[in-house]
């Protein structure tokens, strides 16, 4: 009998906890709690911030040259954005598919987010979809790798350049994720990333952009940093950031604690991502078999970055059970919750533009009020997609548990049919 109706789970398991910090991390942390810097902007004591470190550090590791470090994700694609200069009022192409901050840091820009239809196999931005939505005001895309999928970056590369478009990767799911022997982050003009507390490089808020251009670069630290600029060498008791003379800017900064803990975390990533692969490797070829299949990648994937593992049921195998319910049963069997994909952002709860009156005032074409964001295979896609946030990944020991709860639910399904209306919907994050 299924664990949601009073059987036995298929496991009681101590899954791993989200975020983790190492005793390393503690004392990095400790000695920035003892000593007066807590932030960019105190006084430097001879030595550089350890933001300004990490973001060297994080750009290195991703293979730019620049990176900036901010205060969460969501302003780091403000920022990436805003680092390309657009008029006011030009389009980005944004994929269907992805949380709704790569939607609002577009109108946060003063810019007009357009909805693009994802790739089926991927849940990723589709170049061949994008091309209807072309205008003479389409300056840039926002190609989002997410849910472990990466974007099919030469395609979109080769769109881009045909279209004259910029292109900026979110790469807030995808940290150190490579593709064709580059990581993510280095194929388009300027990418974001976010450090949030359930992302595999976390802590607790924060972000940054990295670039190879120099002048996005100064721009980025200025716009970050209320129009400031990096000296070369802080001196002691001496300021290490001033007037930068270029662009005006906004506080974004990250704090000297929340990179003490990424300073401790960047060096355990691609560690941590060979063991999430270990449990994928298991859990993916047991849905394979159950024809649950997990989401696919572009040709050239060489390493995943999973943030959130995603696999599809398939109306066909239900029944009639609703994915609330399946996913509900799932959650109960294995110990932690198990939800349902995001609608597309054009039927996205959390985007109401027309509530903000100055986003109305950049985009008067009633943009997510309208149809002119058709996106069947994303809403095909959502309707289908069960997802988990990766922590269980790390304990590859118990991967067996993850897939024997979703065949037990599987092979359960009639008796789920049978008893759905008695079930409550489990909570996304
Ligand atoms: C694809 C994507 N972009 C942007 C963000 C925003 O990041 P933050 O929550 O750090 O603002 C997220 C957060 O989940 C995300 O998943």
Redesign the pocket.
């Known amino acids: 009998m299924l664990a949601i109706l009073g059987g036995q789970p298929v496991c009681d398991v101590d899954w791993p906890l989200w975020p983790q910090l190492s005793d390393e991390g503690r004392r990095r942390v400790d000695t920035v709690l003892r000593s007066d810097r807590w932030s960019v902007c105190g006084r430097a004591r001879g030595e550089r911030s350890l933001e300004r470190q990490f973001a060297e550090l994080f750009a290195a590791y991703c293979g730019t040259r620049y990176g900036v470090a901010t205060d969460?994700?969501?302003?780091?694609?403000v920022l990436a954005i805003e680092s390309l200069g657009l008029p006011a009022g030009a389009e980005v192409l944004v994929p269907a598919m992805?949380?709704v901050?790569?939607a609002t840091?577009v109108y946060e820009a003063n810019l007009v987010p357009v909805i693009v239809d994802v790739t089926a196999s991927t849940g990723c931005f589709d170049p061949t979809a994008a091309v209807a939505r072309l205008t003479d005001r389409t300056k840039a895309l926002i190609a989002?790798?997410?849910y472990r999928s990466l974007c099919d970056m030469p395609a979109i590369l080769e769109f881009a350049r045909g279209a004259g478009l910029a292109v900026i990767e979110?790469?807030?799911?995808g940290h150190g994720a490579v593709l064709k022997g580059r990581r993510v982050g280095t194929f388009g003009d300027v990418a974001?990333f976010?450090?949030?507390q359930?992302?595999v490089l976390a802590a607790g808020?924060?972000?940054a952009v990295i670039t190879d251009d120099a002048e996005k670069y100064e721009r980025l630290v200025q716009l970050r940093t209320d129009g400031r600029g990096y000296v070369a060498d802080p001196g002691f008791d001496a300021m290490e950031v001033v007037d930068g003379r270029s662009v005006m800017g906004t506080n974004h900064c990250m704090t000297e604690m929340q990179a003490a803990i990424l300073l401790s975390q960047l060096p355990l990533l691609d560690e941590q991502h060979a063991v999430r692969a270990k449990s994928c490797a298991v859990i993916g070829r047991r849905l394979d078999d159950l024809g649950l299949p997990p989401f696919g990648q572009p040709a050239g994937v060489e390493q995943e970055s999973v943030?959130k593992y995603a696999f599809r049921w398939p109306v066909e195998k239900r029944r009639g059970v609703g994915l609330e319910a399946i996913a509900a049963a799932i959650s109960v069997e294995v110990g932690f919750p198990v939800y349902r994909a995001d609608p597309p952002l054009n039927e996205h709860p959390l985007m109401r533009p027309a509530t903000r009156p100055r986003y109305r005032a950049i985009d008067s074409s009633g943009a997510f009020e309208g149809i002119r964001f058709d996106t069947p295979v994303a809403h095909g896609l959502a309707e289908q997609t069960l997802l988990f946030h990766h922590p269980p990944l790390l304990a590859p020991e118990y991967a067996a548990h993850i897939a024997d709860a979703v065949e037990k639910v599987a092979q359960s399904i009639d008796e789920l049919a049978a008893h759905e209306g008695e079930i409550g919907a489990p909570d996304a994050d």
Do not use: F, I, R
Request: glycine letters at 10%.
């Open positions: 969460h994700g969501s302003s780091s694609l992805t949380w901050a790569t840091a989002v790798h997410h979110d790469c807030a799911q974001a976010s450090m949030h359930t992302k808020e924060g972000g943030y």
